[in-house]
């Protein structure tokens, strides 16, 4: 294991498939801007990579791996992280992925900054899996609502999961059961 750089370093998100992924990359990334941490372009090079996948469709997951892989290419030497629905569903096919250096699942992905702070940013020779049972989730986990983002109208996240198991449906194995936001807040 190398340290990369102290905090706050450069990172970059790459973010695929729904609007609530898009959200809670919005999250991430106003965690991280919040600690000093600096969001670099696509094209430039970022101590951490941070790529939050989709797994909806066999297309979705296949994106997903391409665009980690590309991550490694691109940003040698960087920290790669792969968190979101793929990471949640399949954790052991992306540590197959030579470079990749955390897996975070959905649970542990409302956590970023305090994963950050506590295990990251460090390269590793192995990568790290951190993921707990979301089947086990039944209450709302949010950090909040995000101060900027991509858009001039951000998301929110009101809903989360689905008690349907449908046979054709990844949704309930990658985010769990149904949840929803407060009415509070």
């Not at 370093?9 to 790459?14: A, M, R, S, V």
């Not at 670099?40 to 939050?52: H, P």
């Amino acid at each position: 294991m190398t340290e990369i750089s102290s905090n706050p370093g450069t990172f970059h998100i790459k973010t695929l498939g729904c609007k609530v992924n898009q959200y809670e990359s919005d999250m991430i990334h106003g965690d991280l801007a919040k600690t000093g941490w600096l969001d670099t372009t696509a094209d430039a090079s970022s101590g951490m990579v941070i790529i939050n996948t989709c797994s909806v469709t066999k297309k979705a997951a296949t994106q997903s791996r391409q665009m980690i892989r590309r991550a490694i290419r691109n940003h040698p030497g960087a920290v790669i992280i792969a968190t979101g629905c793929l990471a949640q569903t399949e954790p052991g096919s992306l540590a197959e992925i030579d470079g990749i250096d955390y897996i975070i699942g959905n649970v542990d992905k409302i956590k970023f900054p305090e994963c950050i702070h506590n295990r990251l940013p460090v390269k590793n020779a192995e990568p790290v899996i951190i993921r707990a049972d979301i089947s086990a989730q039944h209450i709302f986990g949010d950090s909040g609502f995000p101060e900027t983002g991509a858009r001039s109208r951000p998301f929110i996240k009101i809903q989360d999961g689905c008690d349907q198991f449908c046979t054709y449906c990844i949704v309930p194995h990658a985010r769990g059961p149904s949840r929803s936001r407060p009415m509070q807040s």
